[in-house]
């Protein structure tokens, strides 16, 4: 049984930075590429950053692009998501998802197929 699971989420002020971190079991977690996701109460759920297999490629929303970094460490089948300079706007539940595949990414939810619960990120204005 293959189980999601995000943590680190939490309350902090604009400007600030934040980890957030995501664990994965039941599959073999170097196989496939990796994404963080985030929805905000009333909008649709955006994607945020991707990670291919071995890290060899990474892409980012336009949204967060220079402020935030994905990465992961295989050893630990962890998938982290740095955010810095965070903002107001950034506030949302933040999720992890498992791709289909390894060797690209994408944006697109629906390539998905493993989803944790998700964790809150709360930046006040």
């Known amino acids: 049984q293959v189980q999601v699971v995000e943590s680190g989420g939490g309350l902090v002020q604009a400007g600030g930075s934040l980890r957030v971190s995501c664990t994965v079991s039941g599959l073999t977690f170097d196989n496939y590429a990796m994404a963080w996701f985030r929805q905000a109460p009333g909008k649709e759920r955006e994607g945020l950053a991707c990670?291919?297999?071995?890290?060899?490629?990474?892409y980012y929303a336009d949204s967060v692009e220079g402020r935030f970094t994905v990465s992961r460490d295989d050893a630990k089948n962890t998938l982290y998501l740095q955010m810095n300079a965070l903002k107001p706007e950034d506030t949302a539940m933040y999720y992890c998802?498992?791709?289909?595949?390894?060797?690209?990414?994408?944006?697109?939810?629906?390539?998905?197929?493993?989803w944790g619960q998700g964790t809150q990120v709360t930046v006040p204005s």
């Open positions: 998802a498992v791709h289909s595949e390894g060797n690209w990414c994408s944006l697109r939810p629906q390539t998905y197929y493993y």
């Open positions: 990670i291919t297999r071995r890290s060899i490629s990474t």
